[in-house]
């Protein structure tokens, strides 16, 4: 891979750990948020329905964005979006103007999502993207298991009564309020989105063709899949596995904190942080099991096993609790590339529309957050996360009734060892896909 080709892979690494990073924080502040500005749950529940919502409203427009104004305009305006939604709620930090900026920042990142995909793929090579896709889920991972340390780190040294020490933290210190210290994270996330558009407005992107199939396609083509029952079958199992991610990393916080006594601040941030660690583990697990395995076993089992360590979380003790709700992130790790693969594979045309419906149903992350919220208020969070197992059920179904057109290909264990040594001795072949 050339210079320039890998300058673009890290930088398209470098954005997928920026969105994490500011996406994959809400579950560590949702207990902060509910006391600085004496919410309730329910209330507490629309942040991630604002930021989700985003999803819904903007994929389907974003991938023609992309069309016709190209990669690099369409990051741009990604990025002020996000810059804009920080800047406004971190100088007016009210719960009504939280609810606009998580929207403004989930336009932003939805369409820094439909844009990155397709250039990696062109910037390492169609040959070399599984394995660049898997580098990039790891930086993803990173992002999310780090950021919750860095709200920790923050909040634990702005407190009320204690004194800043460094530029930085001074710096915050004249600027965020003292009661709500966590305010500081999206000064932070100004900052971020900031240092993105320079860099963006600086660097030069190559122009590349999508291939027919790949394209996101007229509202005609839409209307096609939408008619068929395989295809929303797809789209309420992408709602329901976004809707079990967020509704356990937004809730568990809180759940640890109400139920168990643990400091949101400190263990409840470790636990959320620890979730999206080991998802990020469970990926790679993930991937060698697809060589091995049919796709639909391995979701029937990581569907069943992460059924049984919610109810581990749910009803055990504190400790038991702690570690379960981290381990719901190994479990969760597979869902979606299974998903969304058995989904692609079910159907024999108009692949970029439908990858385009599927992540409009991302919005699963607001319906069943603010759904647990609105529950866990009238008959308490316990009770509320009881929708999970209807949520991780129907994923468990899909095991039974998926029929794809093609099954993912295995290999023996013998021809899977040879070609992962294969590609870590040998390294990836030089690509020549890309134009200038």
């Known amino acids: 891979m050339n210079q320039r080709r890998l ?52 994929s389907i427009p974003a991938g023609m964005l992309l069309e016709r104004f190209r990669e690099k305009p369409v990051m741009i305006a990604a990025f002020v979006m996000a810059f804009g939604g920080s800047m406004l709620f ?35 090579g169609e040959e070399h993207f599984a394995a660049n896709s898997v580098a990039a889920q790891l930086v993803f991972g990173g992002a999310s298991f780090l950021s919750p340390f860095v709200y920790s780190y923050l909040v634990a040294h702005l407190k009320a009564g204690r004194p800043a020490v460094g530029p930085v933290l001074s710096m915050l210190a004249r600027v965020v309020p003292r009661q709500l210290p966590w305010v500081s994270l999206y000064w932070v996330f100004a900052a971020v989105t900031l ?19 790949e394209r996101i396609g007229p509202w005609t083509a839409h209307r096609d899949l939408l008619k068929r029952p395989v295809v929303l079958l797809y789209v309420v199992a992408i709602f329901c596995y976004v809707g079990s991610e967020q509704g356990i990393a937004n809730w568990a916080s809180k759940f640890l904190a109400t139920y168990h006594g643990f400091d949101p601040q400190v263990e409840g941030a470790r636990a959320v942080a620890m979730f999206w660690g080991l998802m990020t583990v469970g990926c790679l697990l993930g991937l060698v099991l697809l060589k091995l395995f049919d796709g639909r076993r391995i979701l029937i089992g990581f569907a069943s096993a992460a059924i049984l360590t919610l109810t581990a979380a749910l009803t055990g003790g504190a400790t038991l609790s702690y570690y379960s709700f981290m381990a719901l992130g190994f479990f969760l790790s597979v869902m ?40 866990g208020e009238r008959f308490g969070l316990r009770s509320g996360m009881l929708l999970l197992y209807l949520t991780l059920g129907y994923i468990l179904s899909i095991g039974f009734w998926a029929r794809p057109l093609i099954d993912n290909a295995t290999m023996s264990l013998r021809d899977l060892t040879l070609a992962l040594r294969q590609v870590f001795v040998h390294g990836p072949r030089p690509s020549s896909t890309m134009t200038p």
């Not at 009504?96 to 397709?118: D, E, H, K, R, Y």
């Not at 240092?195 to 199939?213: F, H, N, S």
């Not at 058995?342 to 045309?349: G, P």
């Not at 970029?352 to 992350?365: D, K």
């Open 195 to 213: 240092v993105m558009i320079v860099i963006l407005a600086a660097i030069k992107l190559p122009r590349y063709e999508l291939a027919e199939g």
């Open 7 to 58: 300058s673009i892979v890290l930088l398209v690494f470098l954005i997928f750990f920026v969105i994490s990073f500011l996406t994959n924080i809400l579950g560590p502040l949702i207990p902060d948020i509910i006391s600085g500005f004496d919410l309730s749950l329910s209330l507490a529940g629309f942040l991630p329905f604002a930021f989700f919502i985003a999803y819904g409203v903007m």
């Open 336 to 375: 979606w590339s299974v998903i969304f693969s058995l989904a692609l594979n079910s159907v024999d045309r108009h692949h970029g529309s439908f990858s385009g419906i599927l992540c409009t149903a991302i919005i699963g992350g607001a319906f069943v957050s603010l759904a647990v919220g609105w529950l």
């Open 90 to 124: 971190a100088a007016a930090p009210r719960f009504q103007i939280a609810l606009v900026s998580l929207f403004l920042i989930g336009i932003g990142m939805t369409m820094l999502q439909v844009a990155i995909n397709p250039l990696l793929r062109v910037a390492g």
